[in-house]
């Protein structure tokens, strides 16, 4: 049966998880693996930061100024930091709102699944299981430390995107695809890009989407020429705060009727 999701989602208390996998190390600044990583990255899409270094090996789940689970991201070096974690944040709630009553609604590209969450808060939408997909083994620990075993029928699984939406076809799913924007977020000790391009990623999806039986919603930017040409529906969805100024737009491309 199909379950009504009323109950106000709570932020469980902050919990770490690992950047790194496979590797341990007592001190970043001693250690040679680290100080390649911080190396290689150190003139990359850094945030200038006066605070005093941390212990930032392992990210730390925080709620951002919406409410919603997000986590922090290892230090740079002593004057840089990563810019955050790349998500919906701003738009997940209205995208939320086109996401119809489902039996399963799945997340290929789950992240940390700003979408999801809104759905969670929803008084009215309704979902049978809940699929959280992702092949880093960063992003799958955090999704499991704060989503599972909390109640709800939430899966987390590791399978690549295409495995993963042709497991979980069927005319009763909902797919939210927020799959890469720039191969430049990736370059990161804690992320996967496991495909050529971004664009390579573009038709991949849109090619698997053309023969689904599910309903399906694809965010990219607004500016995405792969998607905007496609025969299916699209909308722009503005963000609810401003960044650089600005209120961002996000492209939705869909097999859903945006007019109901």
Same mark, same amino acid.
């Given at each position: +049966?199909?379950?009504?999701?009323?109950?106000?989602?709570?932020?469980?208390?902050?919990?770490?998880?690992?950047?790194?996998?496979?590797?341990?190390?007592?001190?970043?600044?001693?250690?040679?693996?680290?100080?390649?990583?911080?190396?290689?990255?150190?003139?990359?899409?850094?945030?200038?930061?006066?605070?005093?270094?941390?212990?930032?090996? #392992?990210?730390?789940?925080?709620?951002?100024?919406?409410?919603?689970?997000? +986590?922090?991201?290892?230090?740079?070096?002593?004057?840089?930091?990563?810019? /955050?974690?790349? /998500?919906?944040? /701003?738009?997940?709630?209205?995208?939320? #709102?086109?996401?119809?009553?489902?039996?399963?609604?799945?997340?290929?590209?789950?992240?940390?699944?700003?979408?999801?969450?809104?759905?969670?808060?929803?008084?009215?939408?309704?979902?049978?299981?809940?699929?959280?997909?992702?092949?880093?083994?960063?992003?799958?620990?955090?999704?499991?430390?704060?989503?599972?075993? #909390?109640?709800?029928?939430?899966?987390?699984?590791?399978?690549?995107?295409?495995?993963?939406?042709? =497991?979980?076809?069927?005319?009763? =799913?909902?797919?939210?695809?927020?799959?890469?924007?720039?191969?430049?977020?990736?370059?990161?000790?804690?992320?996967?890009?496991?495909?050529?391009?971004?664009?390579?990623?573009?038709?991949?999806?849109?090619?698997?989407?053309?023969?689904?039986?599910?309903?399906?919603?694809?965010?990219?930017?607004?500016?995405?020429?792969?998607?905007?040409?496609?025969?299916?529906?699209? #909308?722009?969805?503005?963000?609810?705060?401003?960044?650089?100024?600005?209120?961002?737009?996000?492209?939705?491309? =869909?097999?859903?009727?945006?007019?109901?």
């Amino acid at each position: +049966m199909l379950f009504r999701s009323r109950q106000k989602f709570e932020s469980p208390k902050p919990s770490l998880v690992r950047p790194f996998p496979d590797h341990i190390c007592e001190s970043e600044s001693n250690c040679p693996v680290c100080k390649k990583f911080i190396n290689q990255n150190s003139k990359w899409r850094g945030i200038k930061t006066t605070q005093k270094k941390k212990n930032e090996v #392992k990210p730390i789940t925080i709620t951002n100024r919406l409410g919603q689970l997000s +986590m922090t991201l290892p230090r740079i070096d002593d004057q840089k930091r990563w810019a /955050g974690y790349a /998500g919906l944040a /701003g738009t997940a709630k209205k995208i939320a #709102k086109l996401i119809p009553n489902c039996r399963y609604y799945v997340e290929p590209f789950a992240g940390t699944a700003k979408v999801f969450q809104e759905l969670l808060n929803s008084n009215t939408f309704c979902a049978q299981d809940y699929i959280l997909n992702d092949t880093s083994v960063f992003v799958k620990d955090w999704l499991v430390e704060n989503f599972a075993d #909390k109640g709800l029928n939430v899966r987390i699984t590791m399978q690549d995107f295409i495995e993963c939406i042709k =497991t979980w076809d069927n005319p009763w =799913t909902v797919f939210l695809i927020d799959g890469p924007w720039f191969k430049g977020n990736y370059q990161q000790g804690f992320s996967s890009f496991n495909r050529e391009s971004v664009k390579a990623y573009d038709e991949e999806i849109l090619k698997v989407c053309r023969n689904i039986r599910g309903k399906f919603i694809i965010v990219s930017r607004k500016e995405n020429k792969i998607y905007l040409e496609s025969e299916f529906n699209h #909308k722009l969805v503005k963000s609810i705060y401003v960044v650089s100024g600005k209120y961002p737009k996000v492209l939705i491309t =869909t097999n859903l009727d945006l007019k109901k």
